[in-house]
């Protein structure tokens, strides 16, 4: 029988562009979605979409089926959020604070496609540096946090996974190289946000167990940064996202650290008071969604 998840695979298969981040997106394992994709392939006696076209292209079955998921879903998932308005209330309040400045560059749109599904709930950016965000969270000054986990006295839900690259001018000395090692860094000038170092992946990771010495400049948007490296005036560490577009069109170019790559996980913490409102549930999955569609080189967190 064709179910509702059948719908969502094939909608998340879309948006998300292959099999590897469609089954992130889902929470499932790949073999999982490959078997529940053979089993409706089987009751349908063909295949849904071409296993080698980038992006995906979905075949006249999998096109009409995914025409009926187009037209069911957005009812489901609006009946969904109608429900929860009626047993929680439709109106609150998300106060959300940045940990990572280059979140900016996908959250304005995930705010955008929230307010649609919750016009009744103000959701607002809390402004400035904050050193401690953990601490507008206790003292009710916050409602959300994009960053790092802050342990148990907070819900914590899982968005991505990304890379930090490190970036440079075209001529810089290291640009030859394939990848960087630590002692590659010494003597540099690493231009960084205004945060303190243990908010610095690179540094507390990689330079500082090595011991390795290096200048520090600071500036407050990623324009700035990059035009900093671009004029060769030091070099940066940025998320894959943030520098895919300079680096397309040879503004600056992008190397990775050490062997397997610097990672970071990006989190969503609440208040323990919050994690089962309806609408920061949803908040939650938009940002997912959104960037699993939109943010080359991540990899969904489950």
Not at 172 to 187: I, K, N, S, T, V
Not at 227 to 238: F, K, P
């Amino acid at each position: 029988m064709l179910e509702i998840r059948h719908l969502r695979t094939l909608s998340a298969l879309r948006s998300a562009g292959s099999l590897v981040r469609a089954a992130q997106l889902l929470n499932l394992t790949q073999s999982a979605l490959s078997h529940q994709i053979k089993l409706l392939e089987d009751r349908y006696g063909g295949p849904l979409f071409e296993r080698k076209s980038v992006p995906i292209g979905f075949t006249a079955t999998g096109a009409r089926l995914l025409k009926l998921a187009d037209l069911l879903l957005p009812e489901i998932e609006a009946a969904e959020r109608e429900v929860a308005r009626l047993t929680q209330g439709d109106t609150g309040q998300l106060r959300v604070v940045l940990e990572c400045h280059t979140c900016f560059d996908w959250l304005m749109p995930v705010m955008d496609e929230f307010r649609k599904r919750w016009p009744e709930v103000e959701i607002d950016l809390v402004s400035g540096f904050h050193s401690e965000p953990a601490e507008l969270l206790r003292s009710g000054a916050a409602d959300l946090v994009i960053g790092s986990p802050y342990g148990p006295d907070f819900a914590t839900f899982p968005l991505f996974r990304f890379e930090i690259l490190v970036v440079m001018a075209q001529k810089h000395r290291l640009a030859a190289q394939r990848r960087l090692q630590a002692a590659d860094f010494e003597g540099e000038t690493l231009i960084t946000y205004p945060v303190p170092e243990s908010r610095i992946d690179l540094i507390r990771e990689v330079l500082q167990p090595a011991h390795i010495h290096f200048e520090r400049r600071t500036a407050e948007l990623t324009v700035a940064v990059l035009q900093l490296v671009a004029s060769r005036r030091g070099i940066a560490a940025l998320p894959n996202w943030a520098i895919k577009n300079y680096v397309d069109y040879d503004y600056v170019i992008a190397k990775p650290i050490g062997e397997q790559g610097l990672w970071s996980d990006l989190f969503v913490s609440v208040p323990e008071a919050q994690k089962h409102k309806a609408y920061v549930l949803d908040f939650v999955n938009v940002i997912r969604e959104q960037c699993a569609s939109t943010l080359d080189g991540i990899k969904l967190l489950s």
